[in-house]
RNA sequence: GGGCCUGUAGCUCAGGUGGUUAGAGCGCGGUCCUGAUAAGACCGAGGCCUCUGGUUCGAGUCCAGACAGGCCCA
């Protein structure tokens, strides 16, 4: 027996009681180690922050992770799945913040590092029950118990031997980096924060002349002439930041653009010359072009300093430069842009490489020097006693009017635009160049592009799409953050001499500060208490302040989640390079980047063969999911409802991996409806009946029908499919063709099966029918484990496990079906989908001549379209007959007698052939005798349409009804009715009728599908005639032992109805 | 401003290598079937396949451009 099934299916609770299967019975760990003599599957779980809580978007990517490793176990490989922590970082920091009420780093170091950071490490554990309880119920198997922490010490003693190995490489270097930065909190912000706080501004606009040095030459004649006149020749230049011109090196020209030498007045009344783009001329000085020239003829020329520093410095200074983009599209054919602009200012960009990104990309390429009259708090430093000291907004007028005083200002007015504010505290912010370190990736770009080739990526534009092109723009990566919780950088600079060093384990730290050091707390601020004796002097070296960008202690995972290389090597060899890894498609310059280049720079190959780019999850409008927009929907209000199984099935199914997604309950319950409850009742109907026939597998049944042969077929095709779409990371498509196999077993094979399982004679069709279903529903739910593993847990347990003892404990300790080749009868397969189309065909006709299928009809004519069709139509007739309630089936080959032709071309094979003239001969088997036409076709001759040959292979011939017969046509098949109606097929339809009825009072009355009954009928004289002439038929149909006309006894349930308007009352007693 | 992706029925999605009648599910109106089914079948309403050009005998499909949305980066 097998344990009954309620058709009722309760997911979340079915999913609960396997949760505790699972874990009572150490499930998970045993699929592992049933397979650790298997090939390695490896998984790198991509860690998770658990500073807050999970939303659907998380569980997206879990599903998708759980799914291969479960299937590759089934397989046979061993999948290990270690989890791990993502736990540093500036989002945690701001957190702590947050709650403690800080509001910049003095404010952190005044509260003290030590603390801060305790704090921080408290509360990226802070959701971790919420994390652990959404991964359990999801039933994502991976291991927590020894999961990696990026805050562990060993975690990063691993990113300190990898920057060891960078620097020896020489990869390692600082330099500026110009970020935008709040001078109130101290510190940088992300583009991300940046974006947060945008807002109007009201700045000044000023105008000022730049003095050329007298006496420079020029490829444009009319300036060298006015270089050597006594006249003063100056650069407009315009800009909204006068704080930044004290910072001022170089000015920067369009050199293809037009410049006009403009004759003008000074401050001081006298004539002088000015120089500025010539299509600004108009809008900002007027005046009389004396000539025009290209901004190349400008480039070199000399002016002086407006605000001359204390030293001279280093580089050449105050010159004219290009402004050619300098980064961006590296492709070596295309030209660099220039980023000055001619829609507004002059044409002539002040560069103060310390305080903008261009400035100091172009002040790279330029050899330009950094000079910096700004502090970290924003305030001008040793620039004129006048404004030293002030806020850089503060200093702006004072700048003006120093300016003016010295008749350089041509211009001042007010300029509105937006610009950004610190989300915190609104102050504006600046922008600032800071020393950083970097890592010369762009040293490796072609490594890094060779070994992306060699990666698969689902969905496969990814690759060269927007993750090729970011490694093809690919600039140095700036990982080291002023801040306090993170990996320490290991770098160590020398008081005494400047040099420095870096160290790359814990050892070299003991052994060069000559201290124990097995208890330290690698993070700040204990990590810095540590100073060593430095290589070239022996001077005190400190470690420098920063710490790494969490990212990189995610990319370190493969090498630091086993603390190689200092232990674990043997497992670190196994592990890497991982099988499979899936994230968000917002990790393509975060995880994905990252793992690659690290593993790139350290061992020259990818870390990942095959990965899995997440579309994102919107909301029911269409915008993405995240915690600031407030429009997460919780996992548990789905989870709870429809289950997992259900979200698990939509995630898979509903669309590609890589699209977005619209995400909504009801959705989810489409899905449940449509695809599990299908299958569940399936599932059901046969617990139902294989307990009341007392039916257990074991045997093999001798004689299988042809619709058991089908679907076995159909089940091994889909087999095939599903494990050939799963080896290349498809779920999607391998869920869908279970679904439609799904859907073909309960809608045909069991719909037409029904009455096998009802027949009282155990026989050998009988056997064949529950030995059919059954391997059926056993191959599905070994289909559906990783996908659906409740679901397929449940179905497992009661159809296999309550009758073999001796069998796997588990549908997840099993092996994955392998398709047998034999069972795939293709000829089968389309001879049973011509049937499903006649049927379809066939209620189409009834519908149409409003004749339900309960009334039997003598003829169903079909008009095949190939001599093969025929011979199938009449082995698989009894399917279509007894599916259509009809008596006989009938070929028609000369569909003429029936039906009207009509002809349509068909292009395929026309199109090639007459190029042109397809149209015309389109238009002349319009007007041709069709039912001619056909014979001749009939007979293998052609007909001449339109001055050409035209056989029975370059036409469609479909037909339409005439009266008497009710027809439906589809793709050249032709089915039709007739309609007329003998009184024995009206009588037998309301017997039909009345089984109908009584059926349906057995359930009404809630008698059980075995329970024998007495049935009593008082009915008109033509109904009660009917009654009695199929009064076996009916008795049979309803499992009456005794059936006879009558009025109700006591006790019976009883209904009346009416049948072609009359009137029958039936009385049903249980017995 | 740049890159990538997506635009097909009210909603969610299919529509190799171009073929003239663009499909499915949900939802809606109707009919039917059913002693597994919260299911299913059939009919119907519902489509300038985002738009504009181009290539072609023929374009949802190929090309160019535009528009809209999404994401990433400036």
């Not at 000291?389 to 003006?400: M, Q």
């Not at 001796?806 to 989908?833: F, G, K, M, Q």
């Not at 259509?884 to 003429?896: E, P, Y």
Request: proline share 6%; charged share 25%.
């Amino acid at each position: 027996m097998f344990r009954d099934v309620n058709s009722r299916a309760k997911f979340p609770e079915l999913e609960t009681r396997i949760l505790d299967f699972w874990k009572q019975h150490d499930i998970f760990a045993k699929s592992v180690a049933q397979r650790r003599d298997g090939p390695e599957f490896v998984f790198y779980e991509g860690p998770p922050t658990a500073n807050g809580r999970p939303g659907v978007h998380h569980v997206l990517a879990r599903v998708f992770k759980d799914l291969f490793p479960r299937y590759k176990t089934m397989k046979g490989y061993r999948a290990e799945r270690k989890g791990g922590w993502d736990t540093h970082g500036l989002p945690v920091e701001l957190e702590v913040e947050k709650e403690l009420g800080l509001t910049s780093k003095r404010d952190i170091e005044a509260f003290g590092v030590a603390e801060f950071n305790a704090r921080c490490k408290e509360s990226v554990f802070r959701y971790v029950q919420d994390w652990e309880k959404m991964t359990d119920r999801i039933g994502f198997w991976i291991d927590m118990t020894d999961p990696y922490v990026t805050f562990h010490n060993s975690y990063i003693e691993s990113c300190w031997w990898i920057l060891k190995q960078l620097w020896d490489s020489g990869l390692i270097y600082r330099d500026y980096k110009v970020t935008p930065h709040c001078p109130r909190c101290g510190t940088s912000l992300s583009s991300h924060e940046v974006a947060l706080g945008y807002d109007e501004a009201d700045d000044p606009s000023v105008y000022v002349r730049f003095r050329l040095l007298p006496g420079q030459t020029s490829p444009a004649a009319a300036l060298t002439d006015a270089l050597a006149s006594d006249r003063p020749v100056s650069l407009l230049v315009w800009t909204t930041t006068p704080w930044t011109l004290p910072a001022n090196v170089a000015t920067a020209v369009n050199r293809s653009a037009a410049y006009a030498l403009v004759e003008s007045v000074g401050a001081d009344g006298q004539p002088e010359y000015l120089v500025l783009a010539a299509a600004r001329v108009e809008a900002v000085t007027g005046g009389r072009v004396l000539a025009t020239f290209p901004g190349a003829d400008l480039l070199g020329l000399r002016y002086a300093p407006l605000f001359p520093p204390a030293s001279e410095p280093d580089q050449p200074a105050w010159r004219v430069v290009a402004g050619d983009m300098v980064s961006g599209p590296a492709l070596d054919d295309e030209p660099a842009k220039p980023f000055v602009s001619l829609d507004d200012g002059t044409g002539i960009v002040h560069l103060a490489p310390a305080y903008g990104a261009i400035d100091l990309e172009v002040g790279r390429a330029e050899n330009l020097p950094l000079i910096h009259t700004v502090d970290l708090k924003g305030e001008v430093t040793g620039v004129d006693p006048a404004f030293d000291g002030r806020f850089v907004k503060d200093a702006d007028p004072l700048i003006i009017d120093r300016l003016r005083e010295r008749g350089v200002l041509y211009r001042s007015e007010r300029y509105r635009h937006r610009y950004p504010f610190c989300w915190r505290c609104s102050t504006p912010l600046i922008y600032y160049a800071k020393a950083s370190w970097y890592i010369r990736t762009t040293a490796r770009k072609a490594e890094l592009l060779k070994n992306n080739s060699q990666i698969n990526w689902y969905p496969e534009h990814i690759k060269e799409g927007r993750f090729g092109n970011w490694l093809a723009n690919n600039i140095d990566w700036a990982f080291s953050r002023e801040r306090y919780w993170g990996t320490p950088i290991p770098i160590y600079l020398c008081d005494s001499c400047g040099a420095y060093d870096c160290l790359g384990s814990l050892r070299e730290l003991e052994e060069r500060s000559g201290r124990d050091l097995k208890d330290l707390d690698l993070h700040r601020p204990y990590v810095d208490e540590v100073t060593i004796a430095c290589a070239s002097c022996g001077g005190t070296a400190r470690r420098v302040p920063e710490v790494c960008d969490a990212w990189f202690d995610s990319g370190a995972m493969p090498v630091a989640q086993w603390h190689y290389p200092f232990e674990n090597e043997e497992t670190f060899r196994k592990k890497f390079p991982a099988d499979f890894i899936c994230e968000g498609i917002d990790q393509t310059r975060g995880w994905f980047y990252t793992l690659l280049a690290e593993s790139t720079l350290l061992f020259d190959e990818p870390c990942y063969r095959n990965v899995i780019c997440l579309g994102l999850i919107l909301d029911g409008k269409g915008e993405k999911m995240s915690k600031s927009r407030g429009n997460v929907v919780d996992p548990w209000s789905v989870l709870n409802v429809q289950g997992a199984d259900a979200l698990r099935w939509y995630l898979y199914t509903a669309a590609p991996p890589g699209n977005a997604r619209r995400f909504s309950a009801e959705l989810v319950d489409e899905s449940l409806r449509k695809f599990l409850l299908t299958l569940w009742n399936t599932y059901a109907f046969f617990v139902t009946y294989a307990n009341l026939d007392g039916w257990t597998p074991g045997s093999e049944p001798g004689q299988r029908s042809d619709l058991d042969r089908w679907v076995l077929a159909e089940l091994h095709r889909t087999v095939q499919t599903v494990t050939e779409r799963l080896d290349h990371y498809d779920p999607t498509d391998a869920g869908r063709a279970i679904e439609a196999f799904v859907d073909r077993l309960s809608n045909w094979y069991v719909r037409r099966s029904r009455r096998r399982f009802w027949k009282s004679e155990n026989d050998a069709d009988k056997a064949a029918a529950y030995a059919t279903l059954y391997e059926c529903l056993v191959t599905t739910a070994k289909l559906l484990a990783p996908f659906t593993p409740f679901l397929a847990e449940e179905v497992y347990q009661n159809l296999v496990r309550t009758q073999d003892a001796s069998a796997p404990e588990s549908v997840h300790l099993c092996d994955y079906p392998v398709a047998d080749e034999r069972w795939i009868d293709r000829r089968l397969l389309d001879d049973v989908a011509l049937v499903m189309r006649i049927v379809g065909l066939g209620r189409a006709a009834r519908a149409k001549a409003n004749l339900k299928v309960r009334q039997p009809l003598s003829v169903l004519y079909v008009r095949p379209k190939t001599v093969d069709e025929e011979a199938i139509l009449r082995r698989l007739g009894t399917q279509i007959t007894e599916e259509l309630n009809v008596k006989r089936l009938v070929v028609v080959h000369d569909a003429g007698e029936l039906f009207e032709y009509r002809i349509r071309p068909t292009f395929q094979v026309l199109g090639p052939r007459l190029g042109k003239a397809v149209q015309a001969v389109a238009k002349g088997l319009e007007e041709i005798d069709a039912a001619h036409a056909v014979q001749v076709w009939q007979g293998g001759g052609t007909v001449t349409v339109a001055g050409h040959a035209i056989g029975a292979g370059d036409v469609v011939v479909t037909a339409v009804q005439r009266p008497g017969v009710v027809a439906a046509e589809e793709d050249g098949y032709v089915v039709g009715i007739a309609t007329d109606l003998t009184p024995d097929l009206i009588a037998e339809g309301q017997a039909r009728e009345i089984v109908h009825l009584i059926q349906t009072m057995r359930r009404n009355a809630g008698f059980e599908i075995a329970d024998r009954i007495e049935t009593v009928i008082a009915a008109s004289p033509a109904l009660a005639a009917v009654v009695d002439r199929f009064a076996e038929y009916i008795a049979g149909e309803t499992l009456s032992v005794q059936l006879g006309p009558g009025e109700a006894t006591d006790g019976a349930y009883r209904e009346t109805h009416t049948i072609d308007g009359e009137t029958i009352t039936i009385a049903v007693r249980r017995v």
